[in-house]
């Protein structure tokens, strides 16, 4: 925007105002930085000096101290809100913002120091200091945020270059993988070459020396038998090799089929960034492909509703799953799941308890299942995995002792699902939050 435009009316297109918050700073106690995405600039960085009264672009997110409960409350009313323009009363400068829910609201200072207003009535919602409600005067005009020639030499990158180094990124990124998985395919090669050792250690058990390092027998499988020589585990018996060299010989066959499918995966991955790629130069809108490329967030919570242990998501058939957002609120949700609701997490791993609530003597419907071990890999440590072991049992078999640390539960009758991670499903389900 320049400096000599005013900002439009209040109104909720993006592509009218001033772009839609992607993050939310708080640098030092005075100032809140935002930054903005519009469809025409790409990404932007917008700070309100409460003491100084300024509003101005600048070209670079300032270091500070962390994100204080002000900052992170900041975030959960204005991430994926829009800026729908900025006024000044004097030397005071204020923004006007509508919330993800349709609610207007206005950042403004009190006391030179940020805070944030139900623009309707004045009702404070987020502040550093304790302030009561208070109706904004009206004598209030319209204005621009100012930019400095160093920010605007500096200005964040057009929104189309940044998304073509991003997906430049992640080709790149797929070519890594690529050559991960065709090294694991290559390793299926000694299969049968592991076999025919360990069936040749079988044919010579009697010539085989308690803890020699190979076994030398005359070879009968080719023309003309010769001597052959294979190498043997001091610390394990012939058989116990043999065994040895079949179970690896197994391992790598299993491994060859994921690499397979793995593979085929990561290829359509590739072919879905290029062909963001070929949208982008046939002049797509950056936005779409940026939501494209950003997996969607659960919907933050409305300032009045009040705070639930858990996130619920529709998964197969329209049936909710609940997913705990932190341990004590894993404890919260397990405790109060019915006995016979199915309970789910990821093996060995830090995360989240499912449950699917389930009707009296109902089985779990094997695609519902297979949605809540989703979120269970997802809403864990395991979240970059392809492939995530997934424990799941009914809720009267998971039990809490007295005394254990907060998430952690004792399970019992449980079964593991060996889960190779839908990137497509997930994105479906994270978009189905409720």
Not at 8 to 37: N, S
Not at 288 to 300: E, Y
Request: proline share 7%.
């Amino acid at each position: 925007m320049r400096d000599d435009e005013s900002p439009p009316p209040e109104h909720g297109d993006v592509d009218e105002t001033l772009g839609r918050v992607q993050r939310v700073d708080g640098p030092d106690a005075d100032r809140i930085v935002l930054e903005l995405y519009h469809p025409r600039h790409g990404r932007r960085l917008l700070q309100l000096d409460a003491r100084a009264g300024t509003l101005a672009w600048i070209a670079q997110r300032p270091s500070g101290a962390a994100a204080d409960g002000f900052v992170r409350r900041l975030r959960t009313l204005l991430a994926g809100g829009s800026v729908l323009g900025a006024e000044a009363r004097g030397a005071r400068r204020r923004l006007m913002l509508q919330t993800r829910t349709g609610e207007r609201v206005l950042l403004t200072d009190h006391e030179h120091a940020p805070c944030l207003r139900r623009a309707l009535d004045g009702f404070p919602l987020a502040g550093r200091r304790r302030f009561a409600t208070e109706l904004p005067p009206n004598d209030w005009t319209p204005t621009s945020p100012t930019a400095s020639t160093e920010a605007a030499s500096r200005a964040v990158e057009p929104a189309d270059r940044a998304l073509r180094r991003r997906l430049a990124d992640a080709r790149r990124k797929i070519a890594r993988k690529l050559r991960a998985i065709e090294a694991d395919a290559a390793r299926a090669s000694r299969v049968d070459t592991l076999r025919d050792d360990a069936g040749f250690v079988l044919a010579h058990l009697a010539e085989a020396t308690p803890g020699a390092t190979e076994l030398v027998a005359e070879d009968t499988s080719v023309d003309p038998p010769r001597a052959r020589r294979v190498a043997l585990d001091p610390t394990r018996s012939a058989r116990a090799h043999a065994e040895r060299l079949f179970h690896e010989a197994r391992r790598l066959e299993r491994g060859a089929a994921i690499a397979a499918e793995r593979l085929a995966t990561v290829q359509a991955e590739d072919a879905a960034l290029a062909a963001l790629e070929a949208s982008l130069d046939a002049g797509a809108p950056p936005e779409s492909i940026t939501l494209a490329l950003d997996p969607v967030a659960p919907r933050p919570r409305a300032p009045d509703e009040p705070r639930r242990p858990h996130r619920v998501f529709l998964g197969d058939g329209d049936r909710p799953i609940h997913v705990g957002r932190r341990a004590t609120d894993n404890d919260t949700l397990t405790i109060h799941a019915r006995p016979h609701d199915r309970w789910l997490h990821a093996r060995g791993r830090k995360g989240a308890h499912v449950i699917v609530p389930l009707e009296k003597n109902e089985t779990c419907p094997p695609a519902l299942l297979l949605d809540a071990a989703l979120l269970a890999a997802h809403f864990s440590d395991a979240h970059a995995d392809d492939r995530v072991e997934i424990q799941h049992a009914d809720r009267r078999h998971v039990h809490k002792r007295k005394g254990s640390a907060p998430g952690a539960v004792t399970v019992t009758h449980d079964k593991t699902l060996v889960l190779r991670i839908d990137r497509d499903r997930l994105r479906w389900l994270l978009a189905r939050a409720r």
